[in-house]
């Protein structure tokens, strides 16, 4: 089972790449896996903050990529 500060890593090793390419101003872990009390299966949930000008195509693509598309 994968823990908080590997998801922490995973999200600050493509911030550039999120924020160049939708627009994203911020990622926030929050959920089971940021208290370190996520159980096999358990999901990862991440709050996203998206700058008011990102055009909805570019949004819409963010939401579609498949579980996993940094892993």
Known sequence: ?????YYISLITSHAEELKKNFGI???RLFGSVSRNE????????ICVD???NVP???TE??????AGMFC
């Open 1 to 5: 089972m994968k823990s908080r500060e």
């Open 25 to 27: 101003k911020s990622l």
């Open 38 to 45: 996520q159980k096999e299966g358990s999901d990862v949930d």
């Open 50 to 52: 998206i700058t008011e």
């Open 56 to 58: 909805c195509s570019k």
């Open 61 to 66: 693509t963010f939401s579609r990529k498949p």
